[in-house]
């Protein structure tokens, strides 16, 4: 089955500055990279997604990279405040496959004032 | 986006009781899952709860702990059987559409105790 690694398990960056969070699959079909941000208490919340026909994707502060060669996608949040402080969670699946997502462990996001 | 609803919120139960979950989605999916997310660690799938037939479980999980049911397209339940301490975790219901995105609800807080 799929395995989905992430790092760092924690990043503290200053506001104002950028935070990447990398992560590797290894079930070359998977094409479907989903990014959820979890709050305390709540649950994970969709915030981009990328699928393997593109290399990358963007709103607004937030982008996605992904190297399908490679193996791995990355999540850049740029200008970061306050409000990114939070667990943020890649995912891999086949899109439209009867399959769930394979999750990585998580970032834990600290944003410095 | 879909909109999923999870009842309880939180609860805590005694050991050797069962609890049912419930999950219900404000637009017809073609996919429900249920996930299990351990204070402070990633979401692990339990199973895809399949419209009309039995559930589909991951290994580890079993249908006679898991009872899984969905009786149409925008509703499914969890029960957790025969509660121990180890079963104490948050508990998430994610659906999606297709090659759509997979939202999840907030999650239901359990406690064994």
């Known amino acids: 089955g799929e395995n989905v690694e992430q790092h760092p398990s924690t990043l503290s960056v200053q506001e104002g500055d950028s935070a990447v969070i990398k992560c590797t699959y290894s079930?070359?079909?998977?094409?479907?990279f989903p990014w959820y941000k979890q709050e305390l208490g709540k649950g994970p919340q969709l915030i981009i997604d990328?699928?393997?026909?593109?290399g990358e994707k963007k709103d607004q502060r937030i982008a996605v990279t992904l190297n399908k060669t490679a193996k791995h996608f990355s999540l850049h949040i740029t200008e970061t405040q306050p409000e990114d402080s939070a667990v943020y969670f890649c995912?891999?699946?086949?899109?439209?496959?009867?399959?769930?997502?394979?999750f990585g462990k998580g970032t834990h996001l600290i944003i410095q004032p | 986006s879909a909109v999923i609803s999870q009842k309880p919120s939180r609860d805590i139960c005694q050991r050797g009781t069962s609890l049912t979950i419930q999950c219900q989605v404000d637009s017809q999916v073609t996919m429900m899952f249920w996930y299990r997310q351990q204070p402070g660690q990633s979401l692990t799938l339990i199973a895809t709860?399949?419209?009309?037939?039995?559930?589909?479980?991951e290994s580890g999980f079993v249908i006679d702990k898991f009872p899984i049911s969905r009786p149409n397209l925008t509703f499914s339940t969890l029960t957790v059987s025969n509660m121990s301490p180890e079963d104490s975790s948050i508990y998430l219901c994610?659906?999606?559409?297709?090659?759509?995105?997979?939202?999840f609800g907030n999650g239901t807080r359990l406690t064994v105790t």
């Open positions: 994610s659906a999606g559409t297709g090659e759509g995105p997979l939202h």
């Open positions: 709860a399949n419209q009309g037939s039995e559930a589909t479980y």
């Open positions: 995912a891999a699946k086949v899109s439209g496959g009867a399959d769930g997502l394979t």
């Open positions: 079930d070359s079909a998977s094409n479907y």
């Open positions: 990328i699928r393997s026909n593109v």
